[in-house]
Nanobody
């Protein structure tokens, strides 16, 4: 397992941007897939974006064109750049790695 710590969440107005970071406790170079998920109040956790070790990415339809996932293996960190935020993006955002989850970071988008 690996420890994951998310940061970068906060309160932002609709249309604004945030950049989430996920710092891992050890090298992520060998992790074939890492991702970001989110869970809104009263809803199930859902995938937002994933990235492979080769840089391939997959996005949920709801965030395509607005969010960008990236990884920096040298820094053991995965990022989620979120632009054009909408109130419906409000959720706790979690970072994931094989067999591991972070504690989450709250993102709140006001209208």
């Amino acid at each position: 397992q690996v420890q994951l710590v998310e940061s970068g969440g906060g309160l932002v107005q609709a249309g604004g941007s945030l950049r989430l970071s996920c710092a891992a406790s050890r090298s992520i170079r060998s992790f074939q897939v890492m991702g970001w998920y989110r869970q809104a109040p009263g809803k199930q956790r859902e995938p937002v974006a994933t990235i492979t070790s080769g840089g391939g990415t997959i996005y949920a339809d709801s965030v395509k064109g607005r969010f960008t996932i990236s990884r920096d293996n040298a820094k053991n960190t995965v990022y989620l750049q979120m632009n054009g935020l909408k109130p419906e993006d409000t959720a706790v955002y979690f970072c994931s790695a094989p067999h591991s989850w972070g504690q989450g970071t709250q993102v709140t988008v006001s209208s």
